[in-house]
C-alpha cells in the first residue's frame, strides 16, 4: 500500500527533469557557440555525458548503499568529511538553488519581453515588479504542501517537454551536414582559441543544465521507495542528455557558429525562426515561459528541503526546522525566498544578466559535487555497505574516481575567478554554522575546520578586495 505524502517514481523522475530542464536548454545554441566550434561543442559533450553520468550512478550508489543518509549532496559530505564541509556544502547548494531561481525569474521576464517590450532583459523597473508577484504567488503555492506542489511540477515537465520535441523534430528536417562541419574545428575565429580553450569555455554552461541530477537524492527521504531514487536519478540524466546534445547539434546544422553566437537568448526560438518563421520564436518561448515556471517550482521546492534538513540534525539552526500544518519548511522557505527577493532588486540596481547569474549559481555546486564523489569512493575503500565478496564494489571505486576526476576538471575550468566569488558566499556562512552549534553546546570547529575556515577567509578576502579595486567582476 502506497505510504500517504511519499513520492513515487514519477514524482522523483519529474523533479530531476524539472529541475535540470528550465532556461538553460533554451539558450543552449548561442551560449555554446559563444565559446566553441561544432568539434570542440562534440568533444565537450563527450566529457560531459561521462562525467555527470558517472556523477548520476555515485548519487544511485549512495541512495542504495547508503540508505540511512537522507537528503543527498548535504548527508554525503557530512558523513565523509564531518560538520563543517557538511555544513558548507548545504549552504552552497543552498545558495546556488536560490540564485538559480534568481536567473530564472530574470530570464522569464526576458522571454516575455518578447511580447511586452517593457520587460526588457528581464532586468527592467517592471520586470522586477512582475519576478516579484511570481515569486511570492509560488511561495504560497509550495506553503501549501510538498506532495501537492511536486504534482504540478509533474504536470509543467511534461508540458514544456512539447516544444523541445517539437524544435528538434522541425530543425532536424532542416539540418545540413554541410552548414554542421564548416569550419568544424573553428580555425577560421582566431578569437575561439584552441580546441583545449573551447572545450573549457562550454564546462559551466553543461553543469548549468545538468544541476538538478541530484535532485531525487535530495528528496529521499520522502520517496515511496527507497531504489526510486537512484532509478529517478539516471533516468532523468539520460532523458536531459538526449534533449539537450540534440538541440545543440542540430542548431548547428542549421546555422553557422558565428551566426548562432551572436542571437539573443532564448537562441532556440530565433533558431526555428530561422527555419520556419517567426511564428518559431513565439511558440519556443511560449514553451520556455512553461519551462522556467516549472524549475522555478522544482527550486524552491529544492532550496527549502536542504536548509530544513540540515537542521532537523543541528547543522542548521533550529529556526530552520519549523513546519506548517501542511508539513512543509515555511521557515527555510521564508529565508530563501527572501533572499531571491533581494538579489532581485541588486539585478535591477546593477543591471545583472541571465548568464552573470548562472556563472555565479554552477560555481556554488561544484564543491558538493565534488565532495559526494570523493564520498563515493570512501565507501567502496572501505567496503561500507557491500558484502565481503561484491564484485559492485570496484566497479562502483571506479565510478567514483572518475567522478572525482570530473569535478576536478570542472573546477579548473570554472578558473579562479568563480573560485574566488564562491569563497566570498562561502565564508559567511560560517556565522550561521556558528550559531548552530552554540545552541546545542558544541564547539564551533576543530582543529581541521579551522584550516578549512582560514582558506575560505582568506580566498573571500582576496575576492573583496579584487571587487573593491576592480580587478574581479562577477
Known sequence: MAQEGKLRLGALTALVVGSMIGGGIFSIPQNMAAGAAAGAVLIGWGITAIGMLMLAFVFQTLANRKPELDNGVYAYAKAGFGNYLGFSSAWGYWISAWLGNVSYLVLLFGTLGYFFPAFGEGNTTSAIIGASLVLWFVHALVL?????????????????????????????????????????????????????????????VTVWVFIGIEGASVYSARAQTRSDVGKATVLGFIGVLLLLVMVNVLSA????????????????????????????????????????AGALLSWTLLSGEILYSAAKDQTMPAFFRRENRNGVPANALWVSNGSIQIFLILALLYGQSYLDLIYLATSM????????????????????????????????????????????????????KYLLLSALLYAPGAIVYAK?????????????????????????????YGLYKGTLTI
Open 365 to 416: 555546486i561544484l564543491i558538493p559535487y565534488f565532495f559526494s564523489a570523493i564520498y563515493a569512493v570512501m565507501i567502496a575503500a572501505r567496503g561500507e555497505g557491500y558484502g565481503r565478496a561484491d564484485p559492485q564494489r570496484n566497479w562502483d571505486m571506479l565510478i567514483g574516481a572518475l567522478a572525482v576526476a570530473y569535478s576536478v576538471w570542472l573546477l579548473y575550468a570554472a578558473g579562479l
Open 144 to 204: 501549501r504542501g510538498i506532495k501537492e506542489a511536486a504534482f504540478i511540477n509533474l504536470v509543467t515537465t511534461i508540458t514544456k517537454v512539447v516544444p523541445l520535441l517539437t524544435f528538434i523534430a522541425l530543425v532536424g528536417l532542416a539540418f545540413k551536414m554541410d552548414v554542421f562541419t564548416a569550419d568544424f574545428w573553428g580555425r577560421g575565429n582566431a578569437e575561439l582559441g584552441s580546441v583545449l580553450t573551447q572545450v573549457k569555455s562550454m564546462m559551466l
Open 253 to 292: 546544422g542549421v546555422m553557422s557558429q558565428p551566426e548562432l553566437a551572436k542571437l539573443k537568448n532564448p537562441s532556440m526560438a530565433y533558431v526555428l525562426a530561422h527555419v520556419v518563421g517567426d511564428w518559431g520564436a513565439a511558440f519556443i518561448s511560449i514553451g520556455l515561459v512553461i519551462s522556467l
Open 436 to 464: 548552530a552549534r552554540i545552541e546545542n553546546g558544541q564547539p564551533v570547529f576543530n582543529d581541521i575546520e579551522k584550516m578549512y575556515f582560514a582558506a575560505a577567509l582568506i580566498g573571500a578576502a582576496y575576492a573583496g
